[in-house]
């Protein structure tokens, strides 16, 4: 079964900085691209970041570009989203989503970690 | 960057009714569209995939077409599971970005 299981969440002042993590299981981690997603509170979907299955392609959001950086370690089947200089526009619920080869779309999504960014 | 208008925003639906939301993409997207389900408190579901491919495990009420620049997402008959905002999305197979459409919450008339 796969499973999908975001950490790190929290609440945290403006301008200071948080990691994310995503445990993986269930699957082949290092042949799947991996994607970050958020949800603000009552507001939709919106991407932030996405890394190939070697890290060799990365994307991120304009909003995020400079701020956030996503990587993956496939030896411990862990995606993570180191994000820096937060604002409260950053206070979202932050999904980690597995790729669906060849679709372009997210066929697993985990539960989300909140994060809060307020003084 | 591509931007996507779902339409409605929000949809008033009876049990049986057929019920359609539209999805318009700002430039050519190909099929590199999905549909997605979410229910509150839930994480997304995916629904369709390459603008028609059912995902395994979905009800077959659901289907999806269109490419280019416009698509639709159908509930045949509209069960009372299927109350919930739906979302498409958008693919850049080249950059490895994409982009969801605002939503379209379907609520019960």
């Known amino acids: 079964e796969v499973q999908l299981v975001e950490s790190g969440g929290g609440l945290v002042q403006p301008g200071r900085s948080l990691r994310l993590s995503c445990a993986a299981s269930?699957?082949?981690?290092?042949?799947?691209?991996m994607h970050w997603v958020r949800q603000a509170p009552g507001k939709g979907l919106e991407w932030v970041s996405g890394?190939?299955?070697?890290?060799?392609?990365?994307g991120y959001a304009d909003s995020v570009k400079g701020r956030f950086t996503i990587s993956r370690d496939n030896a411990k089947n862990s995606l993570y989203l180191q994000m820096n200089s937060l604002r409260a526009e950053d206070t979202a619920l932050y999904y980690c989503?597995?790729?669906?080869?060849?679709?372009?779309?997210?066929?697993?999504w985990g539960q989300g970690t909140l994060v809060t960014v307020s003084s | 960057d591509i931007q996507m208008t779902q339409s409605p925003s929000t949809l008033s639906a009876s049990v049986g009714d057929r019920v359609t939301i539209t999805c318009r993409a700002s430039?050519?997207?190909?099929?590199?569209l999905a549909w997605y389900q979410q229910k509150p408190g839930k994480a997304p579901k995916l629904l369709i995939y390459?603008?028609?491919s059912l995902e395994s495990g979905v009800p077959s009420r659901f289907s999806g077409s269109g490419s280019g620049t416009e698509f639709t997402l159908t509930i045949s008959s509209l069960q009372p599971d299927d109350f919930a905002t739906y979302y498409c999305?958008?693919?850049?197979?080249?950059?490895?970005?994409?982009?969801f459409g605002q939503g379209t919450k379907v609520e019960i008339k």
């Open positions: 989503a597995k790729d669906n080869i060849g679709s372009g779309s997210f066929d697993y």
């Open positions: 269930g699957f082949t981690f290092d042949d799947y691209a």
């Open positions: 890394i190939s299955w070697n890290s060799g392609s990365i």
């Open positions: 430039q050519s997207i190909s099929s590199w």
């Open positions: 390459k603008a028609s």
């Open positions: 999305q958008q693919y850049n197979s080249y950059s490895l970005s994409t982009t």
